[in-house]
């Protein structure tokens, strides 16, 4: 009997290794799209990896026993990846990234944006107070230890709560005594979790940045498009206390002297060769429903990208006609800019795809399958109905919600948004909280608006003001409509005349007189002003009216993702389903490779410096070329980084990326540094919502580019004695 059951256990272990290894063999995992994790590489891509060249192991890559790649990526302050190019410290991210950083050593005179930035010495590096980057100590799954505590008979609500606590359990005893942060992360849409440990550096230097003009080459003009022709990157420098940990900025704190970081190849790309991007993708949506993209492409990107025409309209008018607006308005128009233009690629490239057609196709088979057996009908069967019932409201809602920000936030109607963050001084005042607290705030404000008026101009303002407000009374029910426009509708214009002349929030000085002469009398006349009044209205809207209701569809909708995901994988059991992009470091790979962006048209693979010189024009802002790259070019003085007589700038591969890859290390079949991945092509932008191998392709600078401008082009070549290159 005993020996019986010892049998049937051990044929059951082995008849289960067996159907796993069987499953495994049938598992699908193509190469080009997905965003796999570093963990996991071993089980599922390593053999489709090194078929497709790849010469190293998935322990080198992802390791928590020996150095590996992971030790040389990290997260670039918010919402980028950098690498480690030497045992120095020294990282490379992009010129975009740093950007921040660079405009803020960035005075009249010493302009680092225009003229750029090289320090020539340690001595000379800039700190960056605030900056920091973000390493990956492990991962780990713990998505039994959350499951376990979480059924189906709970509400949404209930379940969000409970997982919520254990993760809090689960950080906080992977962190006690530990100096590392942590959080658990839903990954396949909250279908599994896993415990992401961080290690956090605070000393971060600006080491060096090329002039706009190269590393923001094309600019907006070029932005999301092949060929492309920027130097998209900077340096900065980990800097360590004396034991090599984290510290805040101090003098005597020193290079950190990384576990790993990469060499860098000089050997160059060509077509067909496998590459391999390391970063940390944001976010995408590959699982969504039909539903979703007809939200997307019919009614929130054709509303949203009209909204930002106009702002995009008067912004780029005012910028053409006076530098000091083009300087103040640069990086505004960069970031109204940026989703304006992918959200006009990501409704042509899903058309081209028929993407919508596409996943109804897939929704019908789903469907069928989950009729056709009574316990996934039960689980499965209702889940597109209630997404198709669920679609117009929260479609509605969101499309509110967007629309309100548009306006009256983000880089809209700016008074009304600066107005915004007075509300918590005013609510100090009325609660009585502490003078101290009180004049802190004041003194946060000061800075905060001292920084905002540098970036100002009130004429640009008034017109935005003028066609915003018209945006919003056209396409927002009037239920929704702050008294103050109810008020003077059909006089918007003397509405904002006398917003504009009388409050404090339009002009630098009524501003500085205010805040210096603070008492808490002042609240009454905050209370008055004009633009506080737009303020508080606009939240109260957004407050009462829209949030409610919108953290009630996203709860629904959370919970329907979770199971049509859940769904999805069933139903695709033989494909290995990659998690969508949720800004944990993830490796993607693929190969360079050109494509044919239409009917006859076929891009090649790599730019080179001759198209920076044939898009050289000194009357187009974008194109202008610095004198001393001429000259480089015309001597063809390209060091070892050029390739027979010419200069690699940028090339594209089929890696699956997104927002935050920005600064990725793009990597070789060695494992070396062949480029810093910083956008993606226009005709495959689609590739967060659905990818397609023949169009979506991510740009990436060529490594040769940079080691060239910093030797030859700015003379830092000092910092290339630290880099291992290798031929
Ligand atoms: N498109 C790239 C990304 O999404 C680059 C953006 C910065 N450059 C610009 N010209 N706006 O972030
Ligand atoms: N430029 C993007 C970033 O800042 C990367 C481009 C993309 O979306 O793929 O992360």
Not at 552 to 561: A, H
């Amino acid at each position: 009997m005993e020996l019986w059951i010892y049998k049937s256990k051990i044929m059951k272990k082995l008849f289960s290794s067996l159907l796993l290894s069987f499953l495994i063999a049938l598992t699908f995992v193509r190469a080009d799209e997905g965003m796999w994790i570093p963990m996991l590489l071993d089980r599922f891509n390593i053999d489709i990896m090194q078929r497709e060249g790849f010469k190293l192991t998935a322990e080198d890559i992802y390791s928590i026993n020996k150095a590996s790649m992971k030790d040389a990526v990290m997260i670039f302050g918010g919402g980028c990846t950098a690498e480690l190019i030497s045992p120095e410290g020294l990282i490379i991210t992009n010129h975009h990234c740093g950007y921040r950083s660079i405009q803020r050593h960035s005075t009249v005179e010493h302009d680092y944006l225009t003229n750029g930035f090289w320090a020539m010495s340690r001595d000379e590096e800039l700190p960056n107070p605030g900056l920091t980057v973000t390493f990956l100590v492990r991962m780990e799954d713990v998505s039994d230890r959350i499951l376990s505590k979480v059924n189906d008979a709970m509400s949404e609500e209930e379940r969000e709560k409970v997982v919520r606590e254990e993760s809090r359990k689960i950080v906080e005893e992977a962190t006690k005594r530990t100096i590392f942060k942590a959080q658990v992360k839903p990954f396949y849409l909250g279908n599994q979790y896993f415990l992401i440990i961080q290690k956090v550096y605070r000393d971060v230097r600006l080491v060096g940045a090329p002039p706009s003009a190269i590393g923001k080459f094309g600019g907006d003009t070029d932005n999301w498009m092949w060929p492309r022709h920027t130097g998209d990157f900077s340096l900065f420098r980990i800097y360590a206390n004396k034991d090599n940990e984290p510290a805040e900025y101090s003098p005597d704190n020193r290079p950190y002297h990384p576990a790993y970081f990469f060499p860098i190849s000089l050997k160059g790309v060509k077509p067909g060769d496998f590459t391999m991007v390391f970063g940390y993708p944001g976010s995408t949506y590959e699982y969504a429903p039909s539903y979703h993209l007809k939200m997307l492409v019919h009614d929130l990107y054709p509303k949203l990208i009209d909204i930002r025409d106009k702002k995009l309209e008067i912004i780029n008018a005012a910028q053409e006609a006076d530098p000091k607006v083009r300087i103040q308005y640069a990086a505004k128009n960069a970031s109204i800019s940026n989703s304006w233009k992918r959200w006009i690629g990501e409704i042509r490239g899903l058309k081209k795809l028929h993407a919508i057609e596409k996943k109804e196709a897939f929704e019908k088979r789903f469907q069928a399958w989950a009729d056709a057996e009574p316990q996934r009908k039960v689980r499965y069967g209702s889940i597109l109905q209630e997404y198709a019932a669920l679609y117009p409201e929260y479609g509605k809602y969101d499309l509110w919600s967007s629309y309100l920000s548009e306006v009256f936030a983000r880089y809209g109607i700016e008074t009304v948004g600066l107005a915004r963050y007075f509300h918590t001084l005013v609510s100090m005042v009325e609660e009585k909280a502490p003078p101290e607290k009180v004049s802190d705030r004041v003194m946060t404000l000061k800075k905060r608006t001292e920084s905002f008026f540098r970036d100002y101009e009130p004429a640009v303002d008034r017109q935005l003001f003028l066609a915003l407000v018209k945006k919003y009374e056209e396409n927002m029910p009037r239920e929704l409509w702050p008294p103050t426009l109810v008020k003077w509708e059909g006089k918007e214009e003397k509405l904002m005349e006398r917003l504009y002349r009388k409050s404090i929030f339009t002009d630098a000085d009524r501003m500085k007189d205010f805040l210096e002469g603070f008492t808490s009398a002042s609240v009454k006349k905050l209370k008055k002003d004009p633009a506080y009044r737009l303020s508080e209205e606009v939240a109260e809207v957004y407050l009462s009216r829209i949030w409610p209701e919108m953290q009630n569809l996203e709860l629904k909708k959370k919970r329907l993702d979770r199971i049509y995901m859940a769904g999805q994988m069933a139903f695709r059991q033989g494909e290995h389903l990659y998690p969508d992009a949720n800004f944990t470091l993830r490796v993607t790979y693929g190969q360079v490779k050109g494509y044919e962006p239409r009917d006859a048209v076929y891009y090649l693979h790599m730019s080179t410096l001759k198209g920076v010189m044939e898009k050289d024009n000194p009357d187009i802002y974008d194109y202008h070329v610095p004198e001393k790259l001429k000259e480089l070019y015309r001597n063809k003085d390209f060091g070892p980084y050029g390739e027979n007589g010419r200069m690699p700038v940028c090339f594209i591969a089929t890696n699956h990326t997104t927002g935050g890859n920005s600064g990725s290390p793009v990597i070789n079949a060695e494992g070396h540094l062949i480029g810093v991945n910083f956008d993606r092509a226009w005709e495959g932008v689609m590739s967060d919502l659905m990818y397609n191998p023949d169009q979506c392709r991510n740009i990436s600078l060529d490594i040769r580019y940079a080691l060239f401008l910093i030797d030859k082009y700015a003379g830092a070549g000092w910092l290339l004695k630290e880099m291992k290159l290798v031929k």
